[in-house]
């Protein structure tokens, strides 16, 4: 797995981890204050999702792309 993999994979976990945090907080507020609030942390998991999808589709594009890089086709049996 390459560097820039890996680093994709942590930046995706870092924010899925701050959601989730953030998610606690917000929680929290609300059994505080019931009063109405504008929950913006459901606004942003949809493209939260659609990120998590688009890095998991280029990491197995990338991957698929080396694996046919490694097998050589002009090699003689």
Known sequence: ?????KSLILFILFLWLVFAAWEMD???TINTYPESIV????LLLPFLIILT??????LIRKNDFDGAQDSD???DV
């Open 1 to 5: 797995m390459s560097p820039k993999s």
């Open 26 to 28: 917000v929680q929290s």
């Open 39 to 42: 929950r913006l942390d459901l």
């Open 53 to 58: 999808v688009f890095v998991v589709y280029i």
């Open 73 to 75: 086709l002009h090699q």
